[in-house]
């Protein structure tokens, strides 16, 4: 209010109440984690051009996300999805972009398999829930304090298992 010069009450005019003004603000953050998600996904399936190369580049996406410097981004996305807790409205708009975001996931997800790059026995939605969620729980380990080389190379390692079974079972047995 002090740097724009914006009275309380225009403020709540726009957003309501201080809730609606902390849920645009988290809204407007979530969805830029999720922006930035989606075009690293996308810059990445654009460069591979067969199955191997495709499994290289998501092994490296893997260790990009296990990185210490996506850790904030993973936490305040986690903070966030707290936040919606007895707020229904802002809940409503967070499933909005989460909903983009899957949905964005599982389109390229198709678009791979079309191309023959991966091959999927799941329903491309609920694979991007899974890969989401794998990557999400990274924050576990994090705050087990379990971030020695040796726990993030198997958490890796791990990732990569469950990314070669849900995505290349028989496209790289040659």
């Known amino acids: 209010m002090e740097r724009t010069g914006i009275s309380k009450s225009s403020i709540y005019?726009?957003?309501?109440?201080?809730d609606g003004l902390l849920a645009t603000a988290?809204?407007?953050?979530?969805?830029?984690?999720?922006?930035?998600?989606?075009?690293?996904?996308?810059a990445l399936l654009s460069r591979v051009h067969d199955p191997r190369?495709?499994?290289?580049?998501?092994?490296a996406a893997t260790a990009f996300v296990a990185s210490n410097e996506r850790f904030k981004q993973r936490l305040d996305r986690a903070v966030i999805i707290a936040g919606t807790r007895g707020r229904p409205e802002f809940r409503k708009a967070l499933a909005k972009a989460q909903t983009a975001l899957t949905d964005r996931v599982a389109l390229l997800l198709t678009a791979?398999?079309?191309?023959?790059l991966i091959q999927l026995k799941h329903p491309p939605r609920v694979v991007a829930q899974m890969i989401q969620a794998v990557t999400f729980g990274r924050i576990i380990a994090?705050?087990?304090?379990?971030?020695?080389?040796q726990s993030v190379t198997a958490w890796m390692a791990l990732v990569d298992e469950i990314l070669d079974h849900l995505l290349?079972?028989?496209?790289?047995?040659v």
């Open 13 to 18: 005019l726009h957003f309501g109440d201080r």
């Open 26 to 42: 988290y809204g407007l953050r979530f969805e830029t984690i999720v922006a930035e998600s989606i075009s690293g996904l996308e």
């Open 168 to 173: 290349f079972d028989g496209l790289l047995d």
């Open 112 to 116: 791979s398999q079309e191309r023959g």
């Open 142 to 149: 994090e705050l087990e304090n379990e971030d020695t080389f």
């Open 53 to 59: 190369t495709t499994r290289e580049a998501l092994r």
